[in-house]
């Protein structure tokens, strides 16, 4: 029996996973990773990293990250406290959706995660102070490897929920989009 709902997004490759909390009066059990089960929805290889955040007020914007080839890696993104504007930008070359972004609220509460793949950048906005997120990497982190958008880049047009109130400066240092961005070739 599977524990996940695998949904598909306007964005090819870019799945919504809903677990399913299986639970009594002592509380549940979720579970937030299985290999077999999201090899179908396009998880492949071990997991390579985990990495937990904690952001303290709401508002804030994380991201958008990327990791070009040959560390192109794939996530899954879970709310473990909280909730969040979880966001996946297309960077594929050639992809008929290069540049669209969607969106997902992803929070504690409704057990959803985001499956992103390679060749995408993702970031999120706290919708709920001390929020809390795990993610699940394929491959590991390389700084050369390391890349970023600015997440109020007028060529995505991304409508963040909330005014943003915090943003990292690196994260504020992130180039806009040109006419020369390569894209990336997963």
């Avoid at 549940?28 to 997991?47: N, T, V």
Wanted: glycine content about 10%; overall charge negative; charged content about 20%.
């Amino acid at each position: 029996m599977s524990r996940f709902e695998v949904v598909g997004t306007p964005l090819d490759g870019l799945i919504l996973v809903r677990r399913q909390k299986l639970g009594d009066s002592r509380g549940f059990l979720s579970r937030l990773f299985c290999a077999d089960e999201l090899a179908a929805a396009g998880w492949s290889g071990p997991i390579a990293q985990i990495n937990h955040t904690f952001t303290a007020r709401a508002g804030t914007v994380r991201g958008l990250h990327f990791q070009r080839p040959p560390h192109a890696e794939t996530k899954l993104v879970s709310c473990l406290h909280g909730e969040v504007w979880d966001v996946a930008v297309d960077l594929r070359a050639g992809s008929p959706t290069y540049l669209r972004w969607h969106a997902e609220r992803l929070s504690a509460d409704n057990g959803c995660a985001l499956l992103i793949p390679r060749g995408f950048a993702h970031g999120f906005q706290a919708l709920s102070d001390d929020v809390e997120l795990l993610y699940c990497h394929s491959a590991a982190y390389a700084a050369q490897s390391e890349g970023g958008l600015h997440p109020q880049d007028d060529r995505l047009g991304i409508s963040w929920p909330l005014p943003i109130t915090e943003l990292s400066v690196r994260d504020a240092a992130h180039a806009r989009i040109t006419e020369t961005f390569p894209g990336i070739t997963p």
